[in-house]
């Protein structure tokens, strides 16, 4: 049955608005009908009994109270009336085979500005702590005099036939606007109540003649494909790259799911030209499923860490509204138990206008290990693929399979496919070991704690790594909420606040976020009830304790390291650009705390004395395999307060608030 397709391929350009959808490993596609309705906000998608594909803007993290150059573009709805199911084989069959032409090939950002941009991003971002990543765009951008319906058509059986390992590969037709891609990555679904995020990240870009491009390779090449996807795995940034999203992505599925987020993985996600490690989050919610959607916009993998500070340092370093790129498409599906939501990323997406308009934007994830004239090659190579099936680069030869299949290891003779076997192997051991530094909070589900009765205010400080906090705080038996920095009582009634980690420089008592976070540790101080500061908070807490705070020679983002903590060795996970300086087991010049610090560098770890402790490293983080562990002991210290200090008469821990209010200058 393809009476629907035929019907759109036969109008052309008088075609209705549509939606035509293939997910990975599934032997049909969707051909979806409807009418186009544009709403403002996530919550006002109209989900009223009929099945609604929705194309959401970047600009939509503005809900969250984010930064984004705003271009007025709508949450497109195109509300379904009429559907069919065609197999996969006959579909391609019917979508036009001839290429449509695509000119005047440029792109807006040239390879000298992005690599100057990158440069400014690790210098300028990165290094004053706004973050620990950020994805900055550019567009390929060319013209078309095809009817947008049968362009974006054509590109479809393009994408379907020379793509693979594409989450969705799909084709969109609304008045003005146009879209075909083959995105990789799903962001969010919500599925009988099973929230998944797919978070994607880590680039290793095929060689010409690899195996994994070409469908077949000698012996020679696919041992040296082999190898050079080996160093992949092993390169640094590659590998903090991806434990940094899936950080990130842990936050949403902390403030969507009740019980958290697990993750399972890592695995390759294999593309006709590129090759990516991936993971998969899972947990359970009842929340609206346009609710999942706003409190998960959008992606790390397309924006950076954290969220609110990527948001501003995009519009700080791109000069134009980003459209629909890194926002979402997301299908809201009405079943017998409610709505099921599944959204994939819109990046490997083309948009054309009825102007005969082409874009294609892209983007890299930056770091602090990044290589300028690495990532201008990433964001061309992700493009690529693409561009391709617009026409617009010339096509190799691809063994297409059955779309999800692996034909990484399909050779012309015996000794290339036991050359690929034994790669295989020595990949599949390299990847599952990558879990033996990881957390097993986030890992296996852990019994709670029974409840303690006690409550705990955890404040943010711009930093989403505060919903994993309250989390395991959760798991350790507290009753926790979560309060913004500017909400936050200076007179907490709760048992235990925590003071959460943040972007920025502690020292600068210029941000208001700062000054508040000082003024809401030192209140807290002054009443003598039990405290917890974490990263920022630390930094915060060491300078009004007399200790110089100063910048790193290089941040420490994504890093894991084994420190001492109070006689005790743990491995956590580090983000911090700024750190305090002491010797190992001295006592602040204020409040008299005791130092953990490093015996070489005299890098302040943590902090502690009655009723007050202090960590520099995230102990939520997947990164942090001794996290809850060092989380129970340090709250369990300030609670019960059996540490037995070496206060100096002058360094209370009950002094007034005026006594430890001024900052101390960085020495």
Request: proline share 6%.
């Amino acid at each position: 049955m393809t009476r629907l397709l035929s019907s759109l391929l036969a109008l052309a350009a008088e075609a209705p608005p549509f939606a035509v959808i293939h997910r990975e490993h599934e032997p049909a596609l969707d051909v979806l009908v409807g009418d186009v309705v544009d709403v403002a906000l996530l919550a006002d998608i109209p989900l009223d009994g009929a099945e609604v594909v929705a194309l959401v803007p970047f600009r939509q993290v503005r809900e969250r109270g984010f930064a984004a150059h705003d271009d007025d573009a709508p949450i497109r709805c195109l509300v379904v009336r009429d559907r069919e199911t065609v197999p996969l084989e006959e579909a391609i069959g019917l979508l036009p085979r001839h290429p449509v032409v695509v000119d005047d090939l440029d792109v807006d950002v040239s390879d000298d500005d992005y690599a100057a941009t990158v440069r400014r991003v690790i210098d300028d971002e990165i290094g004053r702590g706004e973050g620990a990543n950020f994805v900055i765009r550019r567009e390929f951008t060319g013209s078309t005099d095809a009817a947008p319906a049968t362009a974006v058509l054509g590109w479809l059986r393009a994408l379907l036939e020379h793509e693979s390992g594409a989450y969705w590969t799909f084709a969109l037709h609304t008045p003005g606007l146009s879209a075909a891609g083959a995105t990789p990555e799903r962001h969010v679904s919500s599925i009988d109540g099973v929230v998944s995020m797919n978070p994607i990240s880590g680039t290793f870009r095929h060689g010409e003649g690899d195996a994994v491009a070409a469908g077949s390779a000698s012996a020679a090449s696919a041992a040296a494909h082999g190898d050079r996807l080996l160093a992949f795995l092993h390169d640094v940034k590659e590998r903090e790259e991806l434990v940094m999203v899936v950080d990130e992505e842990l936050k949403m599925m902390s403030a969507v799911c009740p019980e958290g987020g697990r993750i399972r993985g890592p695995f390759l996600k294999r593309m006709s030209r590129l090759t990516h490690t991936e993971y998969l989050l899972e947990g359970r919610s009842a929340l609206d499923p346009r609710e999942v959607l706003r409190r998960t916009m959008f992606a790390p993998t397309v924006t950076g860490s954290p969220m609110g500070n990527a948001c501003s340092v995009i519009a700080r370093h791109e000069t134009t509204p980003r459209g629909y790129y890194a926002g979402v498409l997301a299908r809201f599906t009405p079943r017998a138990h409610g709505v099921d939501l599944d959204a994939p990323i819109l990046i490997r997406t083309a948009y054309l206008d009825d102007g005969g308009r082409v874009r294609v934007p892209v983007g890299a994830t930056l770091v602090r290990h990044s290589d300028p004239a690495g990532e201008v090659a990433e964001t061309r190579a992700k493009a690529a693929g693409v561009l391709t099936a617009l026409g617009a680069l010339p096509r190799v030869p691809a063994a297409r399979t059955d779309h999800g299949g692996d034909d990484a290891g399909a050779t012309t003779d015996a000794a290339a496919a036991a050359a690929a076997a034994a790669a295989a192997d020595r990949i599949d051991t390299l990847l599952a070991a990558r879990n033996d530094h990881l957390a097993a909070f986030w890992r296996i589900p852990q019994a709670a704690h029974p409840a303690r009765g006690l409550d705990a205010l955890v404040i943010d400080a711009g930093d989403d790594f505060t919903t994993m906090l309250a989390h395991q705080l959760r798991h350790l038996g507290f009753g926790a909420r979560v309060v913004p920095w500017h909400a936050a009582p200076v007179a907490a009634s709760e048992d235990l606040v925590v003071f959460g980690p943040g972007p920025g420089d502690p020292r600068n008592t210029a941000d208001p976020r700062v000054a508040r976070m000082r003024e809401l540790i030192a209140a807290r101080l002054a009443s003598g009830r039990p405290l917890l500061a974490v990263c920022l908070s630390h930094q915060v807490l060491a300078d009004l304790a007399g200790l110089p705070i100063e910048r790193l020679q290089a941040p420490r983002q994504g890093v894991q390291l084994e420190v001492d903590v109070f006689g005790d060795r743990a491995a956590i996970g580090f983000y911090n650009t700024f750190a305090a300086a002491a010797a190992n087991g001295s006592t602040t010049p204020s409040l008299g705390l005791e130092v953990a610090s490093d015996a070489a560098t005299g890098i302040v770890h943590a902090l502690r004395g009655p009723r007050v402790a202090s960590v520099q490293g995230h102990l939520e983080s997947v990164t942090s395999p001794d996290g809850l562990a060092l989380l129970e002991r340090l709250v369990d210290g300030v609670l019960r307060d059996t540490w037995s200090p070496r206060l100096p008469a002058s360094g209370l821990v009950g002094a007034p608030v005026g006594a430890i209010g001024a900052p101390t200058r960085s020495r």
